[in-house]
């Protein structure tokens, strides 16, 4: 879940940084209209050396298990000098078809993104420098938001294409949501042509709720996919050591 592209051009003083962020999990409950449909997480974990590994799982509860069962695990690794993504991978299970799991390497020095598809090289691209992919343009934005207003583009690829992401401010809200009540800004990312962490429905538009401070906590997302309209809404925070009250289901922050 949760394909963001939100990002500006310049780290600002007061900007979470992505080490600090390590240990950070979230939690969210997944709805499907009405119905309870799913539990996702979003968890930047420890990599190897001198790397950051950003994780987003999603599964189907128990009783849709026998209809549509959903097995998402989609990884970005960052390194932590230049904030540039070096392995994104994707083991996707929706339904009964299993696809065979994606993995984009990224070689900066070259200018290069090679996606394999299981064992097999299906593509080269040429990539920009300072190119994202469909998840690390998340942990990007979250440490580097300068401004509030207007929209922001980045260079974004799956490993096939390389495109424009853009993401549109809206306005300032207060959410609802069980791990409590926050500020929030709207966001409406957008990154046509690009196979993000879930499928929308074409024409269909993505919201986002971003805590207004500097962590930028995603607290609520709504799309619309092909079997109808989906809304994830943040259960728990497990904030990183250190990092003060924001921590498990009771570490709310009020809204001001």
Same mark, same amino acid.
């Given at each position: 879940?949760?394909?963001?592209?939100?990002?500006?051009?310049?780290?600002?003083?007061?900007?979470?940084?992505?080490? @600090?962020?390590? @240990?950070?999990?979230?939690?969210?409950?997944?709805?499907?209209?009405? #119905?309870?449909?799913?539990?996702?997480?979003?968890?930047?974990?420890?990599?190897?050396?001198?790397?950051?590994?950003?994780?987003?799982?999603?599964?189907? =509860?128990?009783?849709?298990?026998?209809?549509?069962?959903?097995?998402?695990?989609?990884?970005?690794?960052?390194?932590?000098?230049? @904030?540039?993504?070096?392995?994104?991978?994707?083991?996707?299970?929706?339904?009964?078809?299993?696809?065979?799991? #994606?993995?984009?390497?990224?070689?900066?020095?070259?200018? =290069?993104?090679?996606?394999?598809?299981?064992?097999?090289?299906?593509?080269?691209?040429?990539?920009?420098? @300072?190119?994202?992919?469909? =998840?690390?343009?998340?942990?990007?934005?979250?440490?580097?938001?300068?401004?509030?207003?207007?929209?922001?583009?980045?260079?974004?690829?799956?490993?096939?294409?390389?495109?424009?992401?853009?993401? #549109?401010?809206?306005?300032?809200?207060?959410?609802?949501?069980?791990?409590?009540?926050?500020?929030?800004?709207?966001?409406?990312?957008?990154?046509?042509?690009?196979?993000?962490?879930?499928?929308?429905?074409?024409?269909?538009? =993505?919201?986002?709720?971003?805590?207004?401070?500097?962590?930028?906590?995603? #607290?609520?997302?709504?799309?619309?996919?092909?079997?109808?309209?989906?809304?994830?809404?943040?259960?728990?925070?497990?904030?990183?050591?250190?990092?003060?009250?924001?921590?498990?289901?009771?570490?709310?922050?009020?809204?001001?």
């Amino acid at each position: 879940m949760l394909a963001l592209c939100l990002l500006l051009p310049a780290a600002p003083a007061g900007a979470a940084s992505l080490a @600090g962020l390590v @240990g950070e999990r979230l939690e969210y409950r997944i709805r499907w209209g009405l #119905v309870p449909a799913a539990r996702a997480e979003l968890e930047v974990a420890p990599g190897p050396p001198g790397t950051v590994v950003f994780r987003a799982r999603a599964r189907t =509860l128990a009783y849709l298990d026998a209809v549509f069962p959903v097995r998402d695990l989609v990884e970005t690794t960052v390194d932590l000098a230049t @904030g540039r993504p070096l392995l994104y991978s994707k083991f996707v299970r929706e339904g009964w078809r299993r696809r065979p799991p #994606v993995e984009v390497h990224f070689d900066p020095a070259a200018g =290069l993104a090679r996606r394999y598809q299981g064992e097999r090289l299906a593509r080269i691209v040429p990539v920009p420098p @300072g190119v994202q992919d469909p =998840l690390s343009c998340f942990l990007a934005y979250r440490t580097r938001p300068e401004a509030t207003e207007g929209n922001f583009t980045l260079a974004v690829t799956d490993g096939k294409r390389v495109v424009t992401g853009v993401a #549109v401010v809206h306005r300032r809200e207060r959410v609802e949501t069980p791990a409590g009540r926050f500020d929030a800004i709207l966001v409406e990312p957008r990154m046509e042509g690009i196979g993000g962490v879930f499928r929308k429905s074409p024409g269909a538009r =993505l919201w986002v709720w971003l805590t207004d401070d500097d962590r930028r906590l995603p #607290v609520k997302v709504e799309t619309e996919v092909i079997v109808g309209r989906f809304t994830a809404e943040l259960t728990a925070i497990h904030a990183p050591p250190g990092t003060g009250p924001a921590t498990g289901t009771k570490g709310r922050r009020p809204a001001r």
